[in-house]
Each structure stands twice: as C-alpha cells, then as structure tokens.
C-alpha cells in the first residue's frame, strides 16, 4: 500500500470512527433524555431548597448508565461535590443487613424462623420477653421500638459496646408478628445475634460475604476520616462527623456507586454469587403491610425492603435513610433493571428526592412513585400559607368592628394561642416530621401562623370602640 493510500485509509477510518461515536453518543441521549432532566431538577432544587450537594446514580438494564454530582461537598471550603464522595448512607444499611443475614441462612449459618435469642451469650432480653425471629427484626415485625435514633458520638471517642446499648434501648411496643413498627433496635440487635451466631465481628462478616463479592470497593463501616463531605442538618448548618452505638441499622459509609452496586445486585438477571434468586426474591417479597407515616409512600415492607406496586402493576423496592446531616434513597423495579440511587450530605434534601424521584417515575411510563407525595406537602404549605395570611388580614380588620360578641372573642383568643404557640413550639424541637418534608416552607407557614394568631388576638384583646 502506497503511503497516500495508507493516510487516505487512515482518514477515513478517524472519520468512520468520529461518525461512530458521534451516532452512538446521539443515540445514547435519546436513549436516556432523562438524565437532561434529573441534572435540571437537582440543579434548581439545590438552589431553591438550600440543599449542599447530591449524587445521583440512574440504572437502566440492571446496569449503571449515568452518575451525576452536583453542589458542595463542602460549603466553606469551597469543595465541589464528586461522584466518587463517601456518605453516611444512613438506614439504607438496612438492605445491606439483609443481603448478609439472608447470605447466613442460605449458607446454614442462621436459622431465620428460629428464636432470634437462641445464640444470644453476650445480652438477653428482660425476663418475660416474648420469643421473636431474626426474620421478624427483618421486616420490623418483632415488636421491638424504635429506640433512640439520636444516640451519637464523635469518631475518636469511646462508645458503649453493643450489649450495654441494648440495655437502654430495648424495648417491646407489640407483639411479636402483630403489626408493623419501624426499628432501629431491632436492627441493632439483629447485628448481636449475627456475631453471637457466627463467632465473628459483624463489619468483617458484612465486607467479606457482600461488600466484597458485589463489588462495593469502598463501603465500610469504619469512620473513612475527614476527606468526605460534611454533612448539613436541617438549618442547613454543618454537621460535626458522628457514628453510631450500632452498625446495623445505619452503620454504613459507602459511595453512589456502591449503593448502585447493591441495586443491579437486586436485579432479574443479574449473575452475582451472595444470594440465590429465590434469596433475592425473599427480600424482595412483601411481609408485612405498613401503616402511619410510612404508608404516606409505602405499600409494605418486606425484608429490609419497602415495598409498593407501581401504576403498571409492576413490584418495586426501595429504602431510604435520613439522619443528623445526611439523606438517601435507592428505588428499584427489580423485574426490569430499572433503578435510581440519590444520596445527599444535607437533611434538607427529602423534597428534592420526591422532585427526582418524580422525574425518574415519568421516565419510567407510570405514575409518581409514593414518595413523590412530599411534593403535593409542598403545595399543601403553600396554600395553608396563602390562607392564614389571609385569616390575618381579615382578622385585623374584624378587630376594629365596634362590636365583637364576647364568644367571638373567647373563641378567637383560642385560636390565637393555637396559632402563634406551635410554631415556637416547633422551633424548640430538635426534629420534627415537618422539617424534613418542608425544609425551606415550614418557617414561612409557622410565620404565617403566627401572623394569623395576632391578627385573631386582636379580636380578643382589643378593646371595643364606640359608635
């Protein structure tokens, strides 16, 4: 081949092969517009909500196809968010928990329908405790409460052993297999059952028998130090790095991509080697029915795994973890590789996962998935807002009426009272529910309230003027 024949087949070939990648980039966004969309709604929630930062994780086929980082990893510092950051991820440890009890019982290291406390040496529970299983402590069946999820501590100091936490924080609501009710404890104690059972520390069990074979490289449940985010609370202050009493419950530090990791692990088809299918399908398989809160965005539990049935009929999985800083979620369609994994060093992120989660739900042909419903908690603020400003502008009206029947005024000092009292008493809580569905509304209708309040104290308080 002459060398003007080899260049000019050179040419071509680059020119082929810009062609080829130019289409399969094309055909790429085509194939996935929704990632244009997720970037557009985490950009303008972020701004508009005041979180710090967030990864977002889309998963297609059972597969990872898009990761985006968007916001702060560090707001002072000035440190961009990156889609290879370490989280806290908070109660999305429960799945993990899951996978590895799940690993024992199909490996003959754990019985799940025998009493829980059958290999207990270290703690027992009170005299009189009725039996439970470890499969009850897996769908939040047990009757075990929820104990005290604010127990915390700094890294570097010492924290009580498992068995001395256990001994505050052990406590039965119900009967075991009556209802559901939502546990760290159970949880907690399901961690000392599994290192009672098995003879071995629960974190290396975890990282050698699911860590390891799904490939989550960098999730741990030792503190990572201090190149990872900082967390945000809901105030949007920084939040000092903590850990737990306990691993089980929300022990875990890992990375979008190990989450993303343990989501195509729970797909149909998916080769890994932890759990057999009909193991993945017990996860997977709802166990209980939800109620309170939890039915706001759930169907049922099943084994650490919510459950709900999308509009098409199909089944869907998925948990999420909230705690002093940090948020996360993973939401999954296991029959169809379909999945999403967001995680955010802020508390004030729920709104902006329900926005996401919204996106992700119309991507996907059905209607919003339950979450989403903090959505329609916003335009239910802003209403209430519209509404009792408007109560306080017509009661400062009504307060000039010469004329005020004594009831009106009683009845209106009632309200009053009502109406400027609890948003001072929100805002001396630590936490409360409608924090983190309203992060950035629920100062402005706790105000509204207020402003209601005195426009209704007028009526009460005023004196009457003559004719």
Known sequence: MTPVAWLRNAALY??????????????????????????????????????AGAVIVLLRNGEAVWTGAFGMADREGGVPMAGEALFRVESLSKPVTAWGTMRL???????????????????????????????????????????????????????????????RDFGMIAAPGARFAYSDTGYNLLELVIEDCTGEDFAALITREV??????????????????????????RPVAPYVYPARASGGVFATADDIARLAAASMAGDSQSVLSKAGRDTLHRPAVAVGGLFAFAADGYALGHFTETLSDGRQAVWHGGQGHGWMSHMHLVPATGDGIVILSNSQRAWPLFAALLRDWSEGLGVSPVGMTRVLKAERAARIGIGLTLALALLALRLAFVHRRPRAIRIAAGIAAAALIGWPLWAASQTYLFLFSILPGLWPWLGGASGLAGVGLASIALMPERDR
């Open 105 to 167: 019982a199909e490996t003959g290291r754990l019985d799940l329908d025998a009493p829980a406390t059958d290999c207990l040496r270290r703690w027992r529970p009170p005299e009189g405790t009725p039996p439970f299983t470890a499969r009850q402590l897996l769908s939040h069946t047990a009757g075990v409460g929820l104990g005290d999820f604010t127990e915390r501590y700094a890294p570097d100091t010492v924290r009580p052993g498992l068995p001395d936490h256990l001994d």
């Open 211 to 236: 860590f390891e074979p799904l490939g989550m490289a960098t999730a741990t449940y030792d503190w990572p130090g201090p190149d990872m985010p900082v967390g945000h609370d809901l105030r949007a």
């Open 14 to 51: 680059v020119v082929a092969m810009l062609v080829l990648n130019a289409s399969a980039a094309v055909a790429q966004d085509s194939a996935f517009p929704l990632r244009t969309r997720l970037s557009e709604t985490a950009m303008a929630r972020i701004g508009s909500d005041g979180v």
